[in-house]
């Protein structure tokens, strides 16, 4: 507000100039854009990613099951990876060859990933499709609101950036044609510059 009331006062001050008052305005736009458009893209962004969040996620728990599977055997580790952000998700799963049912009855085998202390014999839960094939967890309620929230905060902080941008480049060209604008007065008062009956 007192910017909105400093910039009032301003518009008819004899120093100002035209470039002034139209850097003055551009800012004054961009702030009132950034507080009116950037939250209302926010939000726009992050109800419509939420709802379609939250449709794949029942679709997800619709079209997926959570089946016993009996540890087999237990696969050797891959060689050593150097990289430890590797090793350590490696270190964090055991692989192991095991045998589950689907729901609709058919029987599969083959190598699956479980946690680290998964021996012969031992049952856990994996997730599939209604023919047994293993699919990862559903989305849940909550990772699909954190998503869309992410979502609608990125939304708008992209939006303001985009307006900032287009101030500082509307700033930009002010700038270039208030040098020029110098220039031209320069020259123009060059040629009397420094004689004693130059304001004569």
């Known amino acids: ?13 004899p120093l100002r100039r035209t470039t002034d008052l139209a850097e003055a305005t551009a800012a004054l736009i961009a702030v009132l854009v950034m507080l009116i458009a950037a939250p209302t893209v926010g939000i726009v962004t992050g ?8 449709k794949a996620a029942r679709e997800q728990r619709a079209q997926r099951y959570l089946v016993p599977a009996t540890v087999v055997k237990v696969l050797p580790h891959p060689p050593v990876d150097s990289d430890p ?7 964090a ?3 192991v060859f095991a045998r589950w049912t689907a729901p609709d009855g058919s029987r599969h085998r083959g ?11 031992e049952r856990f839960h994996l997730w599939t499709d209604a023919h047994g094939s293993p699919r990862g967890r559903p989305l849940d309620t909550a990772t699909a609101a954190t998503h ?5 905060i990125g ?15 509307v700033v930009w060209r002010l700038m270039r ?4 604008e110098w220039d031209t007065a320069w020259a123009k008062a060059g040629q009397d510059w420094g004689r004693a009956d130059a304001g004569s």
């Open 1 to 13: 507000m007192r910017m909105i009331r400093g910039l009032w006062r301003w518009r008819h001050n």
């Open 47 to 54: 109800s419509l990613a939420h709802d379609a969040l939250v």
């Open 85 to 91: 952000e590797t090793s350590s998700a490696r270190d």
């Open 93 to 95: 799963h055991r692989r």
């Open 111 to 121: 190598p699956l990933a479980t946690h680290p202390g998964a021996d012969p014999g």
């Open 148 to 152: 869309a929230v992410l979502a609608g």
């Open 155 to 169: 939304s708008a902080a992209a939006t303001a950036g985009l307006v900032d941008g287009t101030r500082r480049l």
């Open 177 to 180: 044609r208030r040098y020029t």
